[in-house]
């Protein structure tokens, strides 16, 4: 790979980029150049910003329903060992099929659009979500199950105030896999419907576009590594009794 | 109804390209799962013998994790151009995280009174690893290979976009000209493949298990079932 002409923001020592170096065109017409911060100024508002804000918004949706799904059916499958075998060989089969293809073939009954991307995320996102949930409920001893009891509580105040409570970093561990899995499904589903940082990926990938293919990919990554800290800290912060019992 | 007769038709009719694309990209999918446990392995195994610089080894199979494979191809393809190698980038990247974790709980978790029972015994360190340690980290380090597995059978399709045709991709991208029977072929294919891979190492794991180990093999399991929740148990057995 040459790439003789790549300019870089701020160049290496930190010094101002050269105005008239690398100008917009010179740089962007250069196909070998591997990448143009003009490029993405330029860009910046038109193409890079309104996707990375519905990607978040299409990644949002997702997680937020395929939570409430997988917290109602695993306090079911908590009760119910038949219906938890059953709900995770589904999510387990889903999980298996190329999220392209589901996307298609969902196409002709769910129409071109976002209903048809969401119902394919919320269904990758159950699998963990679900596993993780009813293994969380399912950390309470039984020795605490008759303290909750002893202490006067009914079985559905023990169950809330017990398992779930102490479900939460499991679901929150969850909701952590799922959400990195949707932001990196979701650049997929463009392919259907020219939505979110996939439409970008998609579109450098096309015209073999270095700066975009960089400015895009770099983005969807940012964007999946800083939703992955927001929730560690959200952990952190909704379990504090977890950071005492280290060490 | 019209689209199972269609799709039943296209498996009758093509299945010479079924075959040719399952095959490779079952091939890629074994290449991409070797190197990952060739790399992730031996991290894994050290940072859980050593219990040390277990932050280093769960985070950075935390961030893999976090990696969007499409923005990895992407970005692939500008700085190391379209073809093989990309694809191969991206599935390792996948494949690392799980196996990683699981290699370093395996051995971290061992019960520390089974290794010095073997010391009292006049174990050397070589043979307390080769003959305790490892045979007790076995089961869970192949379920890590097999959740690994199953992700890049999965998701080996988007070899397509990395430039290369070989993979069942080839169909799924193409429904222009292979029709929506054709995407549901291949998708069938992908899950069977899927499914068969991991009913195999399933089976790997059951026979690599020591039968001592089988009586609390359900408790490993479910250890192992998931990475996410491996976090979670390694904070508070370190």
């Known amino acids: 790979m040459s790439a003789p002409l790549t300019v870089l923001a701020g160049g290496p020592g930190g010094g101002p980029v050269i105005p008239q170096f690398g100008s917009s065109n010179g740089c962007v017409a250069n196909t070998s150049a591997l990448f143009c911060p003009d490029w993405v100024t330029s860009n910046w508002g038109s193409v890079l910003e309104p996707a990375l804000l519905q990607h978040i918004e299409l990644s949002l949706i997702a997680v937020g329903i395929g939570l409430v799904i997988a917290l109602a059916a695993a306090v079911l499958a908590f009760h119910n060992g038949w219906f938890s075998r059953g709900f995770t060989g589904i999510a387990a089969i889903w999980y298996t099929i190329p999220s392209l293809a589901f996307f298609e073939l969902f196409v002709p009954v769910t129409g071109l659009g976002t209903l048809t991307i969401e119902i394919g995320l919320v269904g990758y996102t159950l699998l963990v979500l679900f596993r993780n949930t009813l293994e969380g409920l399912r950390s309470a001893s039984p020795d605490m199950i008759s303290a909750a009891t002893g202490m006067g509580m009914t079985p559905w105040q023990a169950f809330f105030r017990v398992n779930v409570q102490l479900a939460v970093p499991a679901i929150v561990a969850g909701i952590r896999v799922a959400t990195v899995t949707t932001i990196s499904l979701a650049t997929i589903a463009a392919y259907i419907s020219p939505l979110g940082l996939g439409k970008p990926i998609l579109q450098a990938i096309q015209d073999s576009f270095n700066t975009e293919l960089i400015a895009a990919g770099g983005l969807t990554i940012l964007l999946a590594l800083v939703a992955d800290g927001l929730l560690v800290l959200a952990e952190r912060a909704i379990t504090p009794w977890q950071r005492l019992g280290r060490r | ?238």
């Open chain 2, 1 to 238: 109804m019209s689209l199972l007769n269609e799709t039943l038709d296209f498996l009758a009719n093509q299945p010479g390209l079924l075959v040719r694309s399952a095959g490779s990209q079952l091939l890629l999918s074994a290449a991409a799962v070797g190197v990952a446990t060739a790399v992730s392995l031996p991290v894994g195994m050290i940072t859980g013998h050593l219990r040390r610089w277990s932050f280093l080894a769960i985070s950075s199979a935390n961030i893999a994790r976090a990696l969007p494979t499409l923005a990895i191809i992407a970005i692939g393809i500008s700085l190391w151009g379209i073809g093989f190698l990309n694809i191969m980038i991206a599935l390792v990247v996948l494949a690392i995280p799980p196996i990683l974790t699981n290699a370093y709980v395996a051995v971290s978790t061992i019960d520390h009174t089974m290794v010095e029972g073997a010391r009292g015994m006049g174990m050397r360190w070589w043979q307390v690893l080769a003959r305790v340690e490892l045979p007790a980290a076995v089961p869970l380090i192949v379920a890590g290979i097999r959740t690994a597995s199953v992700y890049v059978i999965a998701t080996a399709y988007l070899a397509s976009f990395a430039g290369t045709n070989a993979t069942l991709g080839s169909v799924i991208t193409n429904e222009g000209h292979y029709g929506l029977a054709g995407v549901l072929a291949a998708t069938i294919v992908i899950v069977v493949l899927a499914f068969a891979v991991e009913g195999l190492l399933g089976a790997l794991q059951y026979a690599l298990t020591p039968r001592g180990i089988r009586l609390t093999r359900r408790l490993a399991e479910a250890r192992a079932v998931d990475m996410s929740r491996q976090e979670k148990e390694t904070v508070s057995t370190s």
